[in-house]
């Protein structure tokens, strides 16, 4: 682990960005130079990876993460290089800020050194691409996490990770921001401000014992009942709530509420309010909140689109979302549908 990131440096890194590698966000593995022990389809997968002593296969140790053969110190390698590597898609293009190099569970076969290179291109990398490092060589420790600040400002598609001489790695983390093209959108088209794919992110709550905020704003519906937000039991008179900060600043037109999979343990209630501090990451405790709707029931396992219930003016902007429910329980995901600022 580099000396200049911490343990705590890395929690505050991961709250502020997301894994635009993450399988979840469409992150793939889709080239590497050798995969003879274990796939590189492993290192955008979620977790750790896991290790079962004793699970061979004709190839050896079972290993839940990328690894290539030997070649140090060969006549014969699979690539003419002096090291192997990696192609990766990421799920959204967008600025990196640091990437994790997880070794966990190789002990003995790790590389000793990393470096990463990007490029921006319209479908994947072919061959005669042309590729930035934005990572320089950096040394690696077996069975660690691996963080590694970026300095990098360009916007880029996918990433390429060069590992020095051979060895395995379980998985690659690329955290950073979501960068949307306008171009990819309508002249005032209705989008969800809050999703994923335009920057939105859960950046407070009052509560996550069970799951995160950042499920809120995932593709897709949730897969399962971890796969939202979820608080824990309430024995008071409060409610809990979670504020999230929208990938663009705009107008809010419809919400859709989405309950999947949620049920015992659905809020009996929600309301939706707003604000706008677009250079704060979290509103500060002084912002000014503007209800868009008023609290509403909920039923369990359902999507709950809200349009004739939206309170706020047509052309009232909002960078960020607060979502109360009453008094406690589980939400899959937020939608908020409005006209996007762009030029922000």
């Known amino acids: 682990m580099t000396d200049d990131f911490d343990r ?15 399988e979840r966000v469409g992150g793939r593995a889709i080239n590497c130079s050798d995969q003879w022990f274990a796939s590189c389809d492993n290192l955008v997968k979620p977790g750790r990876g896991v290790f079962k002593a004793g699970e061979f296969s004709d190839k050896g140790q079972v290993m839940d993460g990328w690894e290539s053969r030997r070649s140090f110190g060969r006549q014969f390698r699979m690539s003419q290089l002096d090291h192997d590597w990696c192609v990766l898609r990421l799920g959204f293009a967008g600025r990196i800020r640091g990437v994790d190099v997880d070794t966990h569970h190789f002990r003995g076969n790790a590389p000793l050194q990393v470096a990463v290179d990007g490029t921006h291109v319209k479908l994947d990398p072919e061959s005669d691409t042309q590729w930035t490092e934005i990572i320089p060589l950096t040394d690696v420790l077996p069975d660690e996490q691996n963080p590694i600040p970026c300095d990098s400002t360009e916007r880029w598609t996918h990433l390429r990770l ?25 002249e005032d088209e209705t989008v969800d401000l809050a999703a994923v794919g335009l920057g ?18 995932m593709p897709g519906r949730g897969v399962n009942m971890g796969d939202g937000w979820e608080t824990r039991r309430r024995r008071d008179e409060f409610n809990d709530w979670a504020i999230i900060k929208l990938g663009k600043r705009g107008t809010v037109r419809k919400v859709i509420l989405d309950t999947a999979h949620l049920r015992g343990n659905f809020p009996d209630r929600f309301s939706l309010e707003g604000c706008m501090e677009p250079d704060a990451h979290v509103p500060s405790e002084n912002a000014s909140w503007t209800p868009i709707i008023d609290q509403q029931s909920l039923c369990p396992d359902r999507e709950h689109t809200y349009t004739r219930e939206v309170l706020c003016p047509e052309d009232q902007k909002f960078s960020h979302v607060r979502l109360n429910i009453y008094p406690d329980g589980g939400v899959s995901r937020l939608r908020v549908f409005g006209i996007a600022e762009w030029d922000t």
């Open 200 to 217: 939105g992110r859960g950046v407070a709550a009052s509560d996550q014992f069970f799951s995160s905020t950042d499920n809120l704003v």
């Open 8 to 22: 705590d440096a890395m929690d505050d890194f991961q709250f502020r960005y997301i894994n635009l590698l993450a």
């Open 162 to 186: 060069r590992i020095y001489p051979d060895g395995g790695v379980a998985r690659f983390r690329a955290y950073g921001e979501v960068l949307p093209d306008a171009g990819d959108y309508l």
